[in-house]
C-alpha cells in the first residue's frame, strides 16, 4: 500500500528523529520487521480505502452561495 506524498514524508520525518534518538532504534527494528515478517496482518489493524468522491462542482456551489446570500439579505 502507498501513502500520499505529504503522509509518506511525515512517516520519514518520524523516523530520522526516532533514529537520532537512539541509534540502536535501526537495528531493533529491523530484528523485529524480519521477525514478523512471515505473520499475516491483523484485520482490525488493516485500512480500508475511503471511497473517493468528487467534490462539488462549481455550479452547484455557486447557487448554494447565491441561495444563501438572498437569505441573509432578503429573508424567507
Known amino acids: ?12 520525518r518520524m523516523g530520522r528523529t526516532l533514529l537520532a ?9 529491523a530484528i ?12 482490525i489493524e488493516q485500512v480500508k480505502p475511503r471511497q473517493w468522491r468528487p467534490p462539488l ?7 448554494m452561495l447565491a441561495l444563501a446570500l438572498r437569505v441573509l439579505m432578503l429573508g424567507w
Do not use: C, H, K, N
Not at 21 to 29: E, K, M, N, Q, T
Open 1 to 12: 500500500m502507498s501513502l500520499p506524498a505529504r503522509e509518506q514524508r511525515a512517516l520519514d
Open 21 to 29: 534518538g537512539d541509534p540502536r532504534f535501526g537495528s531493533l527494528f
Open 32 to 43: 523485529l520487521t524480519r521477525l514478523t515478517s512471515p505473520e499475516a496482518m491483523l484485520r
Open 57 to 63: 462542482p462549481f455550479a452547484a456551489v455557486a447557487i
